[in-house]
């Protein structure tokens, strides 16, 4: 069955310090897709990033990355410098192409950044 | 360009009664999603809607039910409210498979 596991409920850091989010997925599909989404306190989740299984290419967008390893199920989320602004809620999702195009999330990390 | 539009913004009912809440997809999605996200937790999937048909359903009672119109909007549609019920209810509109969903703001459902 297809789960994903965000073993952090909770990070605190202060501003500038570089902090990553865990990610570990299962599945038995082969074709999937895994995505990390950010809900600030308004509530609206905001879409950050698609990968879909056969690109394991690391990602950098600005001060975001994301590392995907098949061989270890996970899709990790690195933020660099971070900002106040950062503070957020971080959901992983997977999606899996034989089942459909239903998101399961993991239960969330909980991001703070103190000035 | 619009995003993903829903309303109310907040509701309040009591258990047994019935609730409908709606959806605007973004503009040139055709797929819309449903989830239920109770305080503290990720969202969990309720069902999506492609060509006005259920197209997958996630593991809710048939109480909830929903109704995709040939615009593309949509409803959900939960009746017999149960406490366990309150929960934050987001839609998310998509097009085609594996792409992102994008989400809308979401309504507040409160059970008295």
């Known amino acids: 069955a297809q789960k994903v596991t965000q073993a952090q409920t909770e990070i605190s850091v202060v501003e500038k310090e570089d902090v990553t989010l865990d990610c570990v997925y299962e599945t038995r599909d082969t074709t999937y897709y895994l995505f990390w989404y950010k809900q600030p306190p308004s509530g609206e989740l905001v879409f950050l990033i698609r990968?879909?299984?056969?690109?394991?290419q690391n990602e950098i967008s600005g001060r975001y990355s994301w590392n995907f390893q098949k061989s270890t199920s996970s899709f990790n989320f690195t933020i660099t410098a971070s900002q106040v602004v950062d503070s957020a809620v971080y959901f992983c999702?997977?999606?899996?192409?034989?089942?459909?195009?239903?998101?399961?999330f993991g239960k969330g990390t909980t991001l703070s950044v103190s000035s | 360009d619009a995003g993903v539009t829903q309303s109310p913004t907040h509701l309040i009912k009591t258990r047994g009664q019935q609730v409908t809440l709606r959806c605007s997809p973004k503009s040139g999605h055709d797929t819309v999603s449903w989830y239920q996200q109770a305080l503290g937790q990720g969202p969990q999937f309720i069902f999506q809607?492609?060509?006005?048909?259920?197209?997958q359903r996630g593991n809710f009672p048939d109480r909830f039910s929903g109704h995709q119109f040939p615009n593309y909007s949509s409803e959900l549609n939960v009746n017999a409210l149960l406490l366990g019920d309150s929960a934050l209810y987001l839609c998310?509109?998509?097009?085609?498979?594996?792409?992102?969903?994008?989400f809308g703001d979401g309504t507040r459902l409160s059970i008295l």
């Open positions: 998310a509109s998509s097009l085609g498979r594996g792409k992102p969903q994008h």
């Open positions: 809607y492609y060509e006005e048909e259920e197209r």
């Open positions: 990968r879909n299984s056969f690109d394991e």
């Open positions: 999702a997977l999606s899996e192409a034989a089942v459909g195009t239903a998101l399961i």
